[in-house]
């Protein structure tokens, strides 16, 4: 059974302190694994997919990295507008199309 | 708006009542998930569609739990004899055939149930 586990649970950051977020994963046969932006009462918004070792995706103050165990979301300078849960998940061999979810990482980032 | 529409946002229901929640996909996306999620944890794959056959269900949808996408445009989910464990974010997310391999499924708001 896939598996995907977030850390921090939750992370506090000041305006411009970089940091990253980590997403481990175990599955079978991976098939893409994808981070999503979910804002309170909303649904996840989808961010980037990242589809082998080495590969990275970036989007203004996001960059995204994947190994053979894990996954980085990278937040350089971060605005307060980057405040929200961020989500990890990862399609296995056993479907073409669930995606299976972390518990995600709530990003607080303080003016 | 072109986005995933769910319908309603918010629900209260009694336990023991039924209740049904529907999705309209974006226009061209030819596939549609349901998911379920709760306080504090990520969504939960409940079943997929493509087009209008249900190709895949969760060990997660009891016989409780029906879905549908007639004609393969929109879908509903409905649940009977509800349970206070029902109460969630019940959400809907559609893709197309050329994207499905990227992810990039895109999600409605979402239905918030409540069963009191």
């Known amino acids: 059974e896939d598996q995907v586990t977030q850390s921090p649970e939750a992370l506090r950051l000041q305006e411009g302190e970089s940091s990253s977020l980590n997403c481990s994963y175990t599955?079978?046969?991976?098939?893409?694994l994808f981070w999503y932006r979910q804002d309170p009462g909303k649904g996840p918004e989808f961010l980037f997919t990242?589809?082998?070792a080495g590969e990275e995706k970036e989007k203004e103050r996001l960059k995204a990295t994947l190994t053979k165990k894990e996954s980085f979301l990278h937040i350089t300078a971060p605005k307060p507008e980057d405040s929200a849960t961020y989500l990890c998940?990862?399609?296995?061999?056993?479907?073409?199309?669930?995606?299976?979810f972390g518990k995600g990482t709530l990003l607080t980032v303080n003016p | 708006d072109t986005g995933v529409s769910q319908d309603p946002r918010h629900k209260i229901t009694k336990r023991g009542q039924n209740v049904t929640f529907r999705c309209d996909p974006i226009?061209?996306?030819?596939?549609l998930y349901w998911y379920r999620q709760t306080l504090g944890q990520g969504p939960e794959f409940l079943t997929y569609?493509?087009?209008?056959?249900?190709?895949?269900k969760s060990r997660l949808l009891s016989d409780r739990f029906s879905a549908e996408r007639p004609k393969g445009s929109f879908s509903t989910l409905e649940i009977q004899r509800t349970e206070q464990g029902d109460s969630a974010m019940y959400l809907c997310?559609?893709?197309?055939?050329?994207?499905?391999?990227?992810?990039?499924?895109?999600f409605g708001q979402g239905t918030r149930l409540t069963v009191v």
């Open positions: 997310a559609s893709s197309s055939s050329g994207t499905a391999r990227r992810g990039e499924a895109f």
């Open positions: 599955v079978s046969g991976l098939r893409g």
């Open positions: 990242l589809y082998s």
């Open positions: 998940a990862v399609r296995g061999g056993g479907s073409n199309y669930k995606l299976t």
């Open positions: 226009s061209e996306h030819n596939r």
């Open positions: 569609f493509q087009n209008e056959a249900q190709l895949e």
